[in-house]
């Protein structure tokens, strides 16, 4: 008695593996053209109706925007706050734009509008100063200087321990000096090493060094991002698809940061920071593939 399987079995298996294989490339193939699907977002229906409906007046200055007002960081009359969600963060976020920087094509409003208790934008030249906080502050930028996101702890810890020897009066006698020293490195070292704020730059590329390069900005540890592609629709010529928007480089550093420093499970925390640039990416995709020039306008 023959062991092998019918013919029109085998015939049934290949064409079963055949149709996993073909569905297997299409759902990569799906995944590769909209990277942005399997977010835990809240209902963008709120989103939905103000794209219908179109510009509305902001409650503040008057003036007609899409969404929100890109001036005054709040949500037009269209789009009601509390239909909005609310981003709880891990740290304080700053973000300083360059004056060039034309707001409407920013993306750094929306870190302010989802999350405004934790996120302050600033205008160069107009920033902070962070000289005493260098312990527990970092700016993200590429560079030869710059560490991993896994390595800030350690970095920080070390920068505590730089300040405390920097502050050791050198008058002292060298035995008292030295206790001193031990005595307040020990302490040291039971201190908080956590970030307790992170920096971002709004620009372009080609105008981010007149900020990098600000002494103001020169003592913080850099923080350079895992490299990821953009989906950001205003890609800036000449540059690799792994230059972020604003918007992804601060959601891409809060996803890495709750898993290499909180040692936590990221179960999509963050995932609304992109409630706005998730809704505009689909909607100029679909406006490409239509040929919609009027809706690609008006995200514009």
């Not at 399987?5 to 055949?18: C, G, R, T, V, W």
């Not at 792994?242 to 996803?255: G, H, K, N, R």
Request: charged content about 25%; glycine content about 4%; some cysteine.
């Amino acid at each position: 008695m023959s062991v092998n399987p019918p013919i029109f079995l085998k015939d049934k298996e290949e064409n079963n593996s055949k149709f996993v294989e073909i569905q297997q490339s299409q759902t990569t193939s799906i995944g590769a053209e909209d990277p942005l699907q399997n977010l835990c977002l809240a209902s963008q229906e709120v989103l939905q109706k103000a794209q219908q409906s179109g510009r509305s007046k902001c409650l503040k200055c008057g003036g007609s925007r899409m969404f929100y007002c890109y001036t005054c960081y709040v949500p037009v009359e269209n789009v009601p706050i509390e239909q909005m969600p609310l981003v709880k963060l891990p740290l304080k976020i700053d973000i300083i734009k360059h004056p060039n920087e034309t707001d409407g094509k920013s993306t750094a409003v929306h870190a302010k509008l989802l999350a405004p208790e934790f996120v302050n934008i600033y205008t160069y030249p107009c920033i902070p100063e962070y000289e005493e906080k260098d312990h527990e502050v970092a700016l993200v930028f590429p560079g030869p200087k710059s560490i991993s996101i896994k390595d800030l702890s350690f970095h920080l810890q070390k920068r505590i321990q730089n300040n405390v020897r920097d502050k050791n009066d050198p008058e002292k006698p060298s035995v008292k000096r030295k206790k001193t020293e031990e005595q307040d490195l020990n302490d040291s070292k039971g201190q908080d090493t956590t970030l307790k704020k992170i920096i971002f730059i709004d620009s372009t590329w080609n105008q981010t060094n007149k900020i990098f390069t600000d002494e103001r900005l020169q003592g913080l540890l850099q923080v350079e991002l895992k490299t990821r592609k953009t989906c950001f629709w205003r890609h800036q010529k000449g540059k690799p698809d792994t230059f972020l928007s604003t918007i992804e480089a601060i959601y891409y550093f809060l996803v890495d940061y709750h898993t290499d420093i909180l040692k936590e499970k990221y179960q999509g925390q963050y995932d609304n920071l992109l409630f706005f640039y998730s809704f505009m990416y689909q909607l100029i995709k679909n406006a490409k593939c239509s040929g919609d020039k009027e809706m690609r306008k008006l995200i514009h």
